[in-house]
Every structure is written in structure tokens, then in C-alpha cells.
């Protein structure tokens, strides 16, 4: 992915095998646009597992003198963060062209190529040939898909870390034991306080997370989890 990404892959990605950069998905149909002409569509999208960019969240005090959110995305801040997407544009690209299903693109759901461009979208009679070479993208071109993707790129609902277990010096919020610094009486046990993403279906992460979060709180509280013998052998091989 060039020069751009090889700090961060050699920060982060090199010598961990099981951290994949990016994954592409494939849905059959397409429900964001009601003006679309009644066809069948397939839908291409490449999602990060492991950005670098943070957003925050915080409660300030308003010009009204009263609470209010103060809510900051931070999509696409670290600049290597843009480098997958724009690889995995190009990469999805190329193998639809390549589908049997193949009949084109929709213009309207990519990047606005200059006029003329090689990289153009439109309708097609079927795919090119498996060894048909990849479509060649200009400076321009390129700078319409960065284009695309900032203004195009969103969560996939998986959103976390707002409450992060880190120590507090790192702006974490909940300590080992889910207790929030600065405060007393009070736990968080659900995935905000995953300290960065788990690359994965968040659901059984935020079991995990119930599972370990019922644990302390019934040590906490005198309560003898080995009481109940097969649920606690269950738990402790989960964990």
C-alpha cells in the first residue's frame, strides 16, 4: 500500500499475523437510494478493523450555562488511515469486474472521475477477462476516490471504547476492576471499555465482558461463585 502505510504497518501489523488490516464484504441488493432504477445490485464495501484515528467524547458546558455532549467522530484524522480504504476500493473494484454477474457500475455510488477518465463508471454486457489488466488511475483519479471515501466513510455499528480500561494518565476511564476513576459506587461492564477494537463481531466480546464483569462484582459482594461447580468451569474455560 506504499509509503504512507508502512509506518503504521510496521507499528502494528508486521509481527501480529492474526490483525488483519482491512476485510472486503459483498451484499446482494442495495436499499440506500430509492431512485435506482428496479435492477439486482451487489454491494462492495472494505471496512478497517484497526484505525488509528480516536474519536472523543465529552460533557461540556454550553453557552446556555447547561450541559451538553461535546462529540468528535475522528474518522480518517491519522492520514494512514485513508491508505486501506483507497486500496480497498480499487481491490473490490477489480474483482467485480472479473464476477460472471458483472454489468457495470453505478456512477451515482462512486467516486466523480474527471471526464475522460480510464477509471470512468458505467454499464457493461460482462465481466473482462480474468487476466484483463487492472484499470490505471491518474493523480486525479486518486484524488477522487480520497474524495469519495471521506465523505462517504461512517461506523459499521460497532462502535466502542468510550469508557476505556486503560490507566487514567492514557485517558482511560474504568480501571481493571470496571471502576471509574473519580468517582465511587460506580462500574462500567459493557463494550465501551474495550481499550481498541477487536477487529470482530462485537457480540461475543460484550459476553465476555458480562461474564468477567459478574465475576468481580460477585467477589466483591462475598458471593462464591465455585457454589455452582459446572458454570464456573464453564465461565473460567471461556475466560
Known amino acids: 500500500m506504499g509509503?504512507?502505510?508502512?509506518?503504521?504497518?510496521?507499528?502494528?501489523?508486521?509481527?501480529?499475523?492474526?490483525?488483519?488490516?482491512?476485510?472486503?464484504?459483498?451484499?446482494?441488493?442495495?436499499s440506500m437510494r430509492r431512485?435506482?432504477?428496479?435492477?439486482?445490485?451487489?454491494?462492495?464495501?472494505?471496512?478497517t478493523l484497526y484505525p488509528?484515528?480516536?474519536?472523543?467524547?465529552?460533557?461540556?458546558?454550553?453557552?446556555?450555562?447547561?450541559e451538553e455532549l461535546d462529540f468528535t467522530a475522528g474518522y480518517l484524522d491519522d492520514p494512514s488511515d485513508i491508505v486501506p480504504l483507497h486500496f480497498g476500493y480499487k481491490k473490490?473494484?477489480?474483482?467485480?469486474?472479473?464476477?460472471?454477474?458483472?454489468?457495470?457500475?453505478?456512477?451515482?455510488?462512486?467516486?466523480?472521475?474527471?471526464?475522460g477518465s480510464a477509471a470512468a463508471c458505467g454499464e457493461a454486457c460482462g465481466p473482462v477477462d480474468l487476466n484483463a489488466p487492472d484499470i490505471v488511475y491518474t493523480a486525479e483519479d486518486d484524488a477522487a476516490i480520497e474524495q469519495?471515501?471521506?465523505?462517504?466513510?461512517?461506523t459499521t455499528w460497532h462502535s466502542l471504547g468510550t469508557c476505556a480500561m486503560k490507566p487514567e494518565a492514557d485517558q482511560g476511564v474504568v480501571d481493571a476492576r470496571l471502576n471509574v476513576y473519580?468517582?465511587?459506587?460506580?462500574?462500567?461492564?459493557?463494550?465501551?471499555?474495550?481499550?481498541?477494537?477487536?477487529?470482530?463481531?462485537?457480540?461475543?466480546?460484550?459476553?465476555?465482558?458480562?461474564?468477567?464483569?459478574?465475576?468481580?462484582?460477585?467477589?466483591?459482594?462475598?458471593?462464591?461463585?465455585t457454589a455452582c461447580p459446572s458454570w464456573w468451569k464453564d465461565v473460567r474455560a471461556r475466560l
Open 52 to 66: 488509528t484515528s480516536l474519536g472523543s467524547v465529552h460533557i461540556k458546558l454550553g453557552e446556555n450555562g447547561k
Open 3 to 30: 509509503s504512507a502505510f508502512e509506518a503504521r504497518w510496521k507499528e502494528f501489523f508486521e509481527h501480529r499475523p492474526d490483525k488483519a488490516v482491512a476485510i472486503f464484504a459483498m451484499f446482494a441488493g442495495y
Open 182 to 225: 473519580g468517582v465511587t459506587n460506580l462500574k462500567v461492564a459493557d463494550m465501551s471499555i474495550v481499550p481498541k477494537n477487536v477487529g470482530t463481531n462485537t457480540y461475543s466480546t460484550a459476553l465476555l465482558i458480562g461474564e468477567k464483569a459478574a465475576m468481580i462484582i460477585a467477589e466483591e459482594l462475598g458471593i462464591d461463585c
Open 92 to 115: 473490490t473494484r477489480e474483482i467485480c469486474r472479473r464476477m460472471p454477474s458483472y454489468r457495470g457500475e453505478v456512477p451515482a455510488r462512486h467516486p466523480r472521475f474527471p471526464e
Open 35 to 47: 431512485d435506482l432504477p428496479l435492477r439486482n445490485y451487489l454491494v462492495a464495501s472494505c471496512y
Open 148 to 154: 469519495y471515501c471521506r465523505r462517504n466513510t461512517h
